[in-house]
């Protein structure tokens, strides 16, 4: 899209415009940021635990083969993020690998998002699953605590102690590499025939941690049918991180398609 419609610059939308990269509706007042962009001071509580092998493959689409039994969650407070403004995330993720290829990091079955923005962005250009939510990041006294909470149900509750241990990330991408998102992206024509079937993959750039800290956590999970995190049940609750860091949201690409096409 040219750089006088996104700033409304201009009074007619034309055939050029609707065909530029980036281009989203409404016209007048676009809903999806074209990328880059960037996030600014998030806080993130990050909760990590052990469930079962079959939990795992259950929520992975084949051909995706899992790397672990373990389950991340991040509980995001966006402090600023370009067009969206302040909001609350969460991204549930299991490791993955697609074979015979170099693609290997995380698979995100579970999002919820506050910002309507964030919600279509995700669904509509990388394909991920997100919902709307309420994810919360609190400091009650000594003690780190992050909800996610749908139909008023808090179907995650984490919580650790307050900056014990100093830590890397390093600590954390020892699971997997979960900088490296694939989702599955699900899209149909009008007349109901698949029109998009990918698996698409995206890195995080220009990542800047400013601290992390580390320690043992807990991990509460309540069922809720539209929110079933549930499924991944917790077998043994491993560390928790506490961190804040600035990172860029750019382009990914195609790493698989359904439908016969070159990625």
Known sequence: MSKDLRRGGIDRLTVDDILQPGFSTPWDAPTIPPFPFAFRDVEVLTVVWRTTEAAVARVLPPPLEATSDVV???????????????????????????????????????????????????????????KLGHPVIEHRGDLV???????????????????????????????????????????????????????????????????????????????????PVHRLPVVDMLDGFHWRADFTLVPGRIVHDYLGGTP
């Not at 923005?117 to 250009?125: L, S, Y």
């Open 72 to 130: 991340v969650a991040h509980i995001y407070r966006m402090t600023d993020t370009e067009w969206t403004g302040p909001y609350g995330e969460s991204n549930v993720s299991v490791g993955c690998r697609l074979p015979g290829t170099d693609v290997a990091g995380s698979y995100s079955p579970y999002l919820f998002l506050s910002s309507d923005v964030g919600v279509t962005h995700g669904r509509e250009v990388h394909g991920q699953p997100k």
């Open 145 to 227: 605590v992050g909800t996610v909470t749908r139909n008023d149900i808090a179907v995650i509750t984490g919580t650790m102690a307050y900056k014990h241990r100093r830590d890397t990330l390093d600590s954390l991408t020892a699971h997997f590499d979960f900088a490296e998102n694939v989702n599955l992206k699900a899209v149909d024509q009008i007349d109901g025939r698949p029109a998009v079937r990918q698996l698409t993959a995206r890195r995080l750039s220009d990542v800047v941690v400013h601290e992390c800290w580390s320690g043992p956590c807990t991990v509460e999970l309540r069922p809720n049918a539209q929110a």
